[in-house]
């Protein structure tokens, strides 16, 4: 438990993610201090800091091979932040929870189960806290939206769907799977609630050598189900979620707006996303500030708040690489 001082936070990587909805949830919180951060680059090490006000002191410029370890294990931090590629950035992960660091990093845990599995088993010895930003679980507008349905009665099914105009090869480290599609399977075990318990998918290579399209249906333990589709060759980005309840309907496009519709009303309400969140910074609406918030929560409290720590992500990693090895064994 943390009291009468900041929360000291050490960040790792100063990339465009990190700058875009990580360092600026932090700075909207007065209760944390950056007491360091690490960067193989200088222009973006000095830009990020300079725009947050971060000290000389607290400004570290050397490669990620072991160079961090010193300063991690000089500053002690409460949490560290270790933010950008999973092919990159998984050996720092496995330091950090080996020795003892409360860790936040992005999406995806690793570019395997093995990877999830092992950084869960490593954060639940250590009893550490963790989390992976998958932020669509906070997004205001669907979380909002949601809890409004739940007054009606349990999620009966749910569709997620996850768009995207890039029908070109994804031929780094790790597929389309395990990177967008994690957001969208995560949505979907948060939007029904209890433990998958069967998945039935398809998949497709629309114009390129990878995976660039799936279908699946996910079955729940508590009689919910969610369909959900990606594809990455369609012609706009949009991220959709429907939710019904007995007696009542949403969908919400979690990065515009939301419309409920109960008790057969056509008319329906409308939330926008900036509405829910009263903010029209993405950071906010987006929910990525409040993820961060469920993090230094934690930190404080010594009690995990964290609605995507380790042991929970591992689900969602183990359902999308379900879904591969049933393309696999279809011959897709």
């Not at 979690?254 to 903010?279: C, F, H, P, Q, W």
């Not at 964290?306 to 999308?320: E, G, L, N, P, Q």
């Amino acid at each position: 438990m943390i009291k009468d001082r900041k929360v000291r936070i050490c960040m790792i990587g100063a990339g465009k993610m990190a700058n875009s909805v990580h360092y600026p949830s932090l700075a909207s919180f007065d209760d944390v201090e950056i007491v360091g951060v690490i960067e193989t680059r200088a222009d973006r090490l000095n830009e990020t800091c300079d725009k947050h006000g971060i000290p000389q002191s607290a400004r570290f410029l050397m490669g990620l091979d072991t160079d961090y370890q010193d300063i991690l294990q000089e500053l002690k931090p409460d949490g560290v932040y270790v933010i950008g590629q999973p092919e990159i950035m998984y050996p720092i992960w496995h330091w950090c929870l080996t020795n003892g660091f409360n860790l936040y990093i992005e999406k995806p845990m690793g570019l395997t189960t093995h990877q999830a599995e092992s950084l869960a088993y490593l954060a639940e010895s250590k009893g550490l806290i963790t989390q992976v930003s998958h932020q669509r679980r906070t997004a205001p507008v669907l979380r909002q939206i949601r809890d409004r349905l739940l007054e009606k009665g349990p999620i009966v099914h749910g569709v997620v769907e996850f768009f995207k105009c890039d029908a070109t090869p994804m031929l780094i480290a790790r597929d389309r799977m395990m990177d967008d599609g994690t957001h969208a399977i995560d949505t979907a075990r948060f939007i029904c609630g209890g433990e998958v318990v069967k998945v039935e998918s398809e998949c497709r290579r629309i114009g390129v050598p990878d995976i660039n399209w799936f279908a699946a249906t996910l079955h729940f333990d508590n009689g919910s189900t969610c369909y959900v589709v990606c594809n990455w060759a369609s012609g706009r980005r949009v991220f959709r979620t429907q939710m019904h309840v007995p007696g009542g309907y949403a969908d919400v496009e979690v990065e515009a707006d939301g419309m409920i519709y109960l008790d057969n009303n056509y008319a329906g309400e409308k939330l926008s996303t900036r509405d829910a969140a009263g903010s029209d910074q993405n950071f906010v609406f987006g929910g990525f500030a409040a993820k961060n918030r469920e993090f230094i929560d934690s930190l404080k409290t010594g009690t995990d708040q964290c609605s995507s720590a380790f042991r929970d992500t591992v689900k969602t990693m183990r359902v999308c690489q379900t879904i591969l090895a049933q393309a696999l064994e279809a011959g897709v």
